[in-house]
């Protein structure tokens, strides 16, 4: 692995679970640093869902400079796409995270 082929900016986003002063849970995404990445698309197809209408569905694969703290519950964003960890590989020896991730709307995230 050449860490001259991380070209690409991405952002990571940690899920923060607080509360405010009322009282009342609020759920976020809040920014946890910015990295360069290698992003490989795996696969891409088009969904058809009935609440947004057609989705698209595209796998890929995300390699970045290993961070301990970077686990499921973190969202990749570069541009204007964000996507969904589905499989953490840790490449110990070398120093990289290979992540798979699934692009996913965010108006539906449970999607």
């Known amino acids: 692995m050449n860490s001259n082929k991380l070209q690409k900016r991405v952002a990571i986003y ?32 088009l969904q058809i869902d009935p609440a947004p209408g057609t989705v698209a ?20 964003v570069y541009l ?3 996507y969904r960890i589905n499989y953490i590989e ?7 995270l290979r992540l798979r991730c699934s692009l996913y709307n965010e108006e539906h995230p449970g999607e």
């Open 14 to 45: 940690k899920y923060d679970r607080s509360v405010n002063a009322a009282g009342t849970p609020i759920e976020t995404f809040k920014l946890y640093k910015y990295t360069y990445a290698e992003i490989r698309v795996l696969s891409g197809s």
């Open 90 to 96: 840790e490449i110990v020896e070398k120093g990289f």
């Open 80 to 82: 204007s796409n964000s």
């Open 57 to 76: 569905g595209t796998m890929v694969e995300i390699l970045l400079r290993h961070d301990p703290l970077i686990d499921y519950n973190c969202k990749i």
